[in-house]
């Protein structure tokens, strides 16, 4: 079992950098696949980026493609976010999770076993 802990969310304005940090707690953190989740108000929950166990892979939807990007830090139990070039529709509250997998990462993680309790970013215009 993990529990998953986000950080480093907060207020930014257009254009700016954030650096998301999810802390992993329990067993067996290099038996999981993470990635990152997002949610905006009203909207459903949909997937940013997903990374696999040993980094050897990644993932990341089309509307982050070149400004996101996904790492892990096995030694840590970490995985982390960092967001440039954010605009106003990057706001969403944004989650970490895990996928008991050791396979490569191909689009989202897909059921995903744990999640986080999400972390507010939120970027002004």
């Known amino acids: 079992q993990l529990q998953l802990e986000e950080a480093g969310g907060g207020l930014v304005q257009d254009g700016g950098s954030l650096r998301l940090s999810c802390t992993a707690s329990g067993r067996d953190f290099l038996s999981y696949a993470m990635g990152w989740f997002r949610q905006s108000q009203g909207k459903e929950r949909e997937f940013v980026a997903s990374i696999s166990w040993y980094s050897g892979s990644t993932s990341y939807a089309d509307s982050v493609k070149g400004r996101y990007t996904i790492s892990r830090d096995n030694g840590a139990n970490a995985v982390y976010l960092q967001m440039n070039d954010l605009t106003p529709e990057d706001t969403a509250v944004y989650y970490c999770?895990?996928?008991?997998?050791?396979?490569?990462?191909?689009?989202?993680?897909?059921?995903?076993?744990?999640w986080g309790q999400g972390t507010q970013v939120t970027v002004s215009s």
């Open positions: 999770a895990a996928k008991k997998s050791q396979l490569p990462v191909r689009g989202e993680l897909s059921p995903v076993d744990y």
